[in-house]
């Protein structure tokens, strides 16, 4: 098969995973703050990206993580893959999927970096979880130090890609013949 179909069906097999792992994080990450509260979760899908729950005694503090968790918690396994991450490797599927396992947890806090500035402006989405958390925390804080600390927290993502050379390694992948 020609190396580049077979990486562009590796790229569409991988997507699929990371999106379907991706989701399932990012739902448990929001279940276990709800677990933590107390709460007895009502309904869970990946297919619809819901978690919901029934009571719970929540703090401001619990709020806000409920709500940052969800970005939190798939960034974590994005970053302990990336540190686990086999740079020597020369298997197509696991160059190509890696990349793409890391990258999208990275990639959703560019919505932690634009939307408190929406938020500032009175524009932010109400139903995101960006919003909700923004809504507790600048109670005592200005919104863009949210839009400062994701913006490490990708820095910190992307070095961690470069150091272990996932980034390297998938460009390479891709550009073979």
């Known amino acids: 098969m020609n190396k580049k ?6 790229i569409f ?4 995973i990371a999106a379907f792992l991706y ?6 990450g929001h279940m276990i703050v709800m677990l933590s509260a107390g709460a007895a979760i009502a309904d869970f899908s990946i297919l619809t990206a819901h978690v919901s729950a029934d009571g719970g005694n929540y703090t ?5 993580w409920l709500h940052s968790n969800g970005a939190l918690f798939p960034l974590l396994f994005s970053y302990l893959y990336a540190l ?4 020597g490797s020369k298997k197509s599927f696991y160059r190509i999927f890696s990349y793409i396992v890391t990258l999208v947890p990275v990639a959703s806090l560019l919505a932690w970096v634009i939307l408190p500035f929406v938020y500032l402006r009175g524009n932010a989405p ?3 979880d960006v919003t ?3 809504t507790v925390f600048c109670e005592n804080y200005h919104p ?3 839009s400062a600390a994701a913006v490490v927290l990708i820095g910190i993502g992307v070095a961690l890609m470069i150091k272990k050379r996932v980034i390297h390694n998938f460009i390479e992948e891709i550009n073979q013949k």
């Open 5 to 10: 179909i077979k990486s562009t069906g590796y």
């Open 13 to 16: 097999l991988s997507a699929g």
């Open 23 to 28: 989701v399932f994080l990012h739902e448990s």
């Open 60 to 64: 401001n503090l619990s709020n806000m």
């Open 84 to 87: 686990l991450y086999q740079k």
């Open 126 to 128: 109400v139903n995101d």
């Open 132 to 134: 909700k958390f923004l």
């Open 144 to 146: 863009l130090i949210v």
